[in-house]
Each structure stands twice: as structure tokens, then as C-alpha cells.
């Protein structure tokens, strides 16, 4: 059974970075794409940033676009996604999920196991 958990998430003020981790068990962890999505308060679940499976591509949302960067390491089977220059409206949970896919996805539908999330709260 594959399983993701997520670490890193906490309180940081506007401007502030933090750095979230997933690590992956039960899987073959180089076959998945990997996402990260976010669910703000009272808001739908979107999308933040991918990256394909040998880590060679990524993609990552306009709105963390220059701010966020995705990166994974195959020999630990853990995926990250470093996160700078933080605003408010970057506040919610932050979910690490995995798509049995060979290249880049934006959409929830397409992604086959989920973490159970990190909350991540910027300040103003």
C-alpha cells in the first residue's frame, strides 16, 4: 500500500520561507509524478507545482511561480517543495500526492494516492 506523508509545515511571517517534504512508501517511488496541491480556508483544493518522474521537468502554478520550487530525490523517495518569499494568500494545507504517470499533471482527478496534508500559515 502506497503511503505519503508530509512534514514541514508550521507558521512563518509574510516573507518568510519554509520547506515541506513527502516521503513516499510502499511504492516504486521513481514511476510517479508528483504533485503538490493546497486547500486554503473555505476555498477548493488547487494546484501549486508537479514534476515528472526522473525530475527533469516541472511545472509549477502562476501564483508561486519565481516563489516555489519543486525538486525530488529518487534515491530517498522523498519530493520537496521549497517555498519563498511567502505572502497570506499563501495559507491552507499543502497536500503531496502521487500520479502512476510519466509526464506532468495539473489535475487532481489524475492523481492516485494523497497525504493527509501539512497546514502552512503565513502571517501578516
Known amino acids: 500500500q502506497v503511503q505519503l506523508v508530509e512534514s514541514g509545515g508550521g507558521l512563518v511571517q509574510t516573507g518568510g520561507s519554509l520547506r515541506l517534504s513527502c516521503t513516499v512508501s510502499g511504492g516504486t517511488f521513481n514511476r510517479y509524478t508528483m504533485g503538490w496541491f493546497r486547500q486554503a480556508p473555505g476555498k477548493a483544493r488547487e494546484f501549486v507545482a508537479a514534476?515528472?518522474?526522473?525530475?527533469?521537468?516541472?511545472y509549477a502554478a502562476d501564483s508561486v511561480k519565481g516563489r516555489f520550487i519543486i525538486s525530488r530525490d529518487n534515491a530517498k523517495n522523498t519530493v520537496t517543495l521549497q517555498m519563498n518569499t511567502l505572502k497570506p494568500e499563501d495559507t491552507g494545507v499543502y497536500y503531496c500526492?502521487?500520479?502512476?504517470?510519466?509526464?506532468?499533471?495539473?489535475?487532481?482527478?489524475?492523481?492516485?494516492?494523497w497525504g493527509q496534508g501539512t497546514q502552512v500559515t503565513v502571517s501578516s
Open positions: 514534476i515528472i518522474w526522473s525530475g527533469g521537468s516541472t
Open positions: 500526492a502521487a500520479a502512476l504517470l510519466r509526464t506532468i499533471r495539473a489535475t487532481q482527478r489524475e492523481y492516485d494516492y
